[in-house]
């Protein structure tokens, strides 16, 4: 399991002064404004984290946010770190709500159906905005699309990494 939360997308420098845009990759990017420090890395991969940026300013712009650090005081600087990510540690972390969970720790977890059979594992969990929606890939190769909802989501196993689910009528091929 992941020690850290990836919080946000370096897009590009901002201004003269070591700027960068930041896409937020969490539901709330006002807290941003929260963080005094964020471990840094060059890929989408926490394994890849090379450094720790303290930062020194918060602002936003329509749905970027836009992040200073002590340690970045030129363009040429923050132009090296597009294409990287920022990252907190699990304890920083938004506390989780009665019947809420972070999409990461389901990644790759079993997927059955109610006879027991295994139908894949969890490859992807799209946000729709009505609803979640787990994409199994099946040992063939192929993505099974179950969306997350009572009537098809039976249980989930966090301990087992576990997922039971009854196919609705027309989901399978």
Request: a negative charge; aromatic letters at 6%; one cysteine or more.
């Amino acid at each position: 399991m992941s020690n850290f939360f990836r919080i946000g997308m370096i897009t590009s420098a901002h201004g003269i002064k070591g700027a960068v845009k930041v896409f937020p990759t969490t539901e709330d990017p006002q807290r941003f404004r929260l963080l005094k420090t964020v471990q840094f890395s060059s890929s989408e991969e926490e394994q890849d984290m090379e450094r720790q940026f303290t930062i020194s300013q918060v602002q936003f712009s329509k749905n970027m946010v836009i992040v200073s650090f002590k340690e970045v005081t030129d363009r040429n600087e923050a132009e090296r770190l597009r294409g990287g990510s920022l990252w907190i540690p699990d304890e920083e972390a938004v506390p989780l709500k009665e019947g809420e969970f972070y999409i990461r720790d389901w990644m790759q977890a079993i997927v059955k159906d109610e006879d027991g059979t295994v139908l894949g594992k969890v490859d992807d969990i799209l946000e729709t905005g009505s609803n979640l929606v787990l994409v199994v890939k099946e040992e063939n190769g192929k993505e099974l699309l179950i969306p997350m909802i009572h009537e098809c989501i039976l249980s989930m196993d966090q301990e087992k990494k576990e997922i039971n689910v009854h196919l609705l009528k027309g989901l399978r091929s």
